[in-house]
């Protein structure tokens, strides 16, 4: 596969989940939120645009780290200026750790 063809492809993943997830909430609300196609396609954009630095963030980090491989505390450190999201995948973490080990 081209990496153009991945790219797009990715990108109608996102297009697809965000439409999805605006579905929802818009039936949650009973239709009192209504979001646009052009809102839903603004809002994956953003979404595929942001994936993109975190990506990149995330193969900085283990490169200054002298690592090939992208770690958990790779994410974390992402997440440092959102003490909400840092403190959800912390508890992520630790769930899973305490899974592996009950296994």
Same mark, same amino acid.
């Given at each position: 596969m081209s990496k153009d063809f991945e790219e797009e492809r990715f990108k109608q993943v996102i297009h697809y989940t965000v439409s999805? =997830?605006?579905?929802?909430i818009q039936h949650e609300q009973k239709d009192e939120i209504v979001f646009t196609?052009?809102?839903?396609a603004t809002i994956a954009e953003i979404t595929y645009r942001q994936s993109q630095i975190i990506a990149n963030d995330l193969e900085c980090f283990?490169?200054?780290a002298k690592r090939?491989? =992208?770690?958990?505390d790779d994410v974390l450190l992402c997440a440092r200026r959102s003490p909400s999201l840092h403190q959800h995948l912390e508890e992520f973490k630790q769930k899973l750790a305490s899974s592996s080990n009950a296994k």
């Open positions: 999805k =997830i605006c579905e929802n196609k052009q809102t839903i283990a490169q200054h090939k491989r =992208i770690t958990v």
